[in-house]
Structure formats: structure tokens, C-alpha cells
């Protein structure tokens, strides 16, 4: 019996490794808004709130391991800033992502926040 079958597993690995490389570059935050996407619905309208385990909170606990270090939680802030900004009517629904999933991100996602503390 297989837990996982060769494409799979080596798609999980080109994921993750795209994923590395798209935290070391600081300037791009595509990675945060494509992984975010997963949340559109509870983002646009509220429902259905995001619960471990979902899709969505899949996204965040990745992103949640971004924040490992303090370069790359300021760069994770400053793209969650960046999308509060772009998307400001979603302001609050974005900003309890990481509190519906239980993900700590050492920030607070807030328009307010200081990302470079």
C-alpha cells in the first residue's frame, strides 16, 4: 500500500521548493495573494468561516511558516498590509484569517500594524 503516489509526491516537492523561493524574494507577494485565494468566499462575504483543516486554513498554516524568522515575518506583514490595502472593504475578514485557524503569525493583521517591528 501507497501513501503517496510519484506524481504527487513530486509535486508536493516542486510546490514547496516554488514556495521557498518565492519567500526569499522580498518584493514578491503573488505567493501570499494565490495561497489567500483559498479564503475568497469567507473574504468576499463572510461565509463559511474558515476552520482547521480547511483549504483555507491549509494556506495559512503555510504561511504561518513563513514567519520564522524575523526578515520573513516582515516581509509576510508587509504583503498582508499590501493586500488590506488593495482590498480594504475586506480589511476585517482578512484580518481574522490567522484567528479562525488558530495560526500565529507574530503580527497583527492590521492596516495600523508596524511591520517593521
Known amino acids: 500500500m501507497r501513501l503517496f503516489s510519484p506524481v504527487l509526491l513530486s509535486l ?3 510546490l514547496s521548493a516554488l514556495c521557498s523561493a ?4 522580498a518584493a ?4 501570499v495573494g494565490t495561497l489567500i485565494s483559498s479564503c475568497t468566499e469567507f473574504v468576499n462575504y463572510g461565509y463559511p ?3 482547521p483543516g480547511s483549504s483555507c486554513c491549509d494556506a495559512m498554516t503555510l504561511l504561518g511558516t513563513y514567519s520564522d524568522s524575523s526578515v ?4 509576510l506583514c508587509n504583503c498582508f498590509i499590501d493586500l488590506i490595502n488593495v482590498y ?3 480589511a476585517t475578514a482578512i484580518s481574522t484569517l ?7 503569525l507574530g503580527f ?3 492596516p495600523n500594524t508596524d511591520c517593521n517591528l
Not at 518565492?22 to 524574494?25: G, H, I, Y
Not at 520573513?72 to 516581509?75: A, E, G, L, V
Not at 490567522?98 to 500565529?104: R, Y
Request: net charge negative.
Open 12 to 14: 508536493f516537492l516542486l
Open 22 to 25: 518565492t519567500v526569499e524574494n
Open 28 to 31: 514578491d507577494c503573488v505567493a
Open 49 to 51: 468561516d474558515p476552520i
Open 72 to 75: 520573513k515575518r516582515m516581509w
Open 88 to 90: 480594504n472593504s475586506n
Open 98 to 104: 490567522s484567528g479562525f485557524c488558530g495560526i500565529v
Open 108 to 110: 497583527t493583521i492590521d
